[in-house]
């Protein structure tokens, strides 16, 4: 337990020292994007669903920047050209990207069904991770978190290997859903400790871990 306790501490102390920093300034307000975007068009909502699918094993940045040049593109090109601007685009999976978006298209009017219940936000994560093809726990809790629902955690490696520096967690081969809930617990943890959202936690480990602050 002291282990945990002692790794807990450190990284919430760092946090504690941004909170107190211009980083502060930042994750407020990407955090006031993310419940912007909550009450957008669902056309829009999906444009970030795309975007989180093109993350899966894929670079952030890069992602963004997809997501702003294809635009419109999400909802109305077929897969043959979706693919095609993907792959010139630097796309490291445009074939099946582009396939798993234009399948998608057919959730749309479900997705906003889903999203306007009253289900908590575990279960949403549960219904996008099992209902939309490329999305997995990460991306469905990325997707989530980005337009507005905060208390769910977005672990990728960046996440996994802050979390093993410090002694938090052994850093897995493989995430399996198992994994993820135990990765999870730990930042819940970490979360009561700072004061912090599960969702605004995720910003400041991946400064912590990156120096950046994006979506």
């Known amino acids: 337990m002291c282990r945990e306790s002692c790794g807990l501490n450190s990284l919430a102390s760092i946090i504690g020292i941004l909170k107190n920093s211009y980083v502060k300034d930042l994750v407020a307000a990407r955090v006031e994007e993310f419940k912007r975007n909550r009450s957008k068009p ?10 989180c699918i093109l993350t899966a094993n894929f670079n952030a940045e ?7 040049e294809i635009d419109d593109g999400f909802l109305s090109l077929p897969e043959d050209e979706l693919a095609k601007s993907l792959r010139a685009l630097g796309h490291r999976y445009p074939d099946s990207r582009a396939k798993y978006i234009v399948e998608a298209r057919r959730l749309i009017p479900e997705i906003e069904r889903i999203l306007n219940s009253p289900i908590d936000e575990k279960a949403l994560r549960d219904w996008f991770a099992k209902n939309v093809k490329g999305l997995g726990y990460k991306e469905s809790s990325h997707f989530l978190r980005n337009i507005g629902f905060m208390n ?11 979390l093993s520096r410090y002694g938090l967690m052994e850093k897995p081969k493989t995430m399996t859903k198992r994994r993820y809930i135990e990765a999870e617990k730990i930042l819940i943890k970490l979360s009561k400790i700072t004061g912090l959202s599960l969702g605004e936690l995720d910003l400041y480990l991946w400064f912590i871990e990156t120096g950046k602050i994006l979506k």
């Open 42 to 51: 669902i056309t829009e909502i999906f444009k970030e669903l795309c975007f």
């Open 62 to 68: 890069k992602a963004i920047r997809m997501q702003a």
């Open 152 to 162: 769910l955690a977005i672990i990728d490696f960046h996440i996994t290997n802050l």
